[in-house]
């Protein structure tokens, strides 16, 4: 819940760590009296995103490029090196894949909080009340406002569809095809890019399939010896590079009718530790 609230592993490791070190906090009498402590931990725990939500926009309001969600890797791939085929999996959840995410990040943190909570958990609008200190009308009419910026959006591929369009960009990466990857590029893609202001990268989206293709293979061409894996990020196949060892960039990808239409690129060291840490 903690990470489709703050996009971040780290910061929804830390909330949690705060609402049990809240509970151990209360006098044993005090934990004796609540009928469930689990409702009491997710109620404390919404609250801490909250804060910390409205503290996060001013923040990324100062970031340098693009501000892309904390990619989240598979630990049992990782822990098991080689890993399970992406395309293994049989329907992508949606609501941690990185497209779900960048459009919970349009959201105020009061209609995040209410559309997390109900529409994805399935939390009772008087609960919600309780962690957005609003009345369940109101959380209701947040969590309306929210489903709206969603918008109509599509039923989640299959894993194996999306699996089969990542497999070919990685090979038509890998050996610089700029033609294959017209190809499998939608006219339209727009490529986003995360550094973070530590390591190079373009600071604004790149649009149409033409200009991604040939930034890719520029890539290439200025990493000799990038190692691609075909590895789950966010629950969906994407493409992790390496060099020397180094999780150097971690892509995700929105395909629709087997053409990549979206690419999130995150290559803000700060955000690729998870993927550093995971039995590697």
Known sequence: ?????????????????????????????????????????????????????????????????????????????WSHGQGADPADQLVLDESVTMAFLVVLESMTPAERVAFVLHDVFRYPFAEIAGVLGRTPAACKQLAASARRRVGDARAPVTAAGQADAVRRVKKAWETKDIAALVDLLDPAAVMTADGGG???????????????????VAIADKAPGLELLERSVNGAPGLVALRAGVVMTVASFDVTDGRVTRIWAVRNPEKLRPWTREGR
Do not use: F, K
């Open 1 to 77: 819940m903690a990470y489709r609230l703050l996009s971040s592993l780290a910061e929804a490791e830390d909330a949690v760590q705060e609402a049990y070190a809240r509970w151990y906090a209360l006098p044993r009498s005090r934990r004796d009296e609540i009928v469930s402590p689990g409702a009491w931990l997710t109620t404390v725990t919404g609250r801490i995103c909250l804060d910390v939500l409205g503290s996060a926009r001013a923040r990324r309001e100062r970031y340098v490029g693009a501000w892309l969600p904390e990619p989240l890797p598979d630990s049992a791939e």
């Open 198 to 216: 530590l390591v190079g990268t373009v600071l604004r989206p790149i649009e149409g399939g033409a200009r991604i293709a040939q930034y890719m």
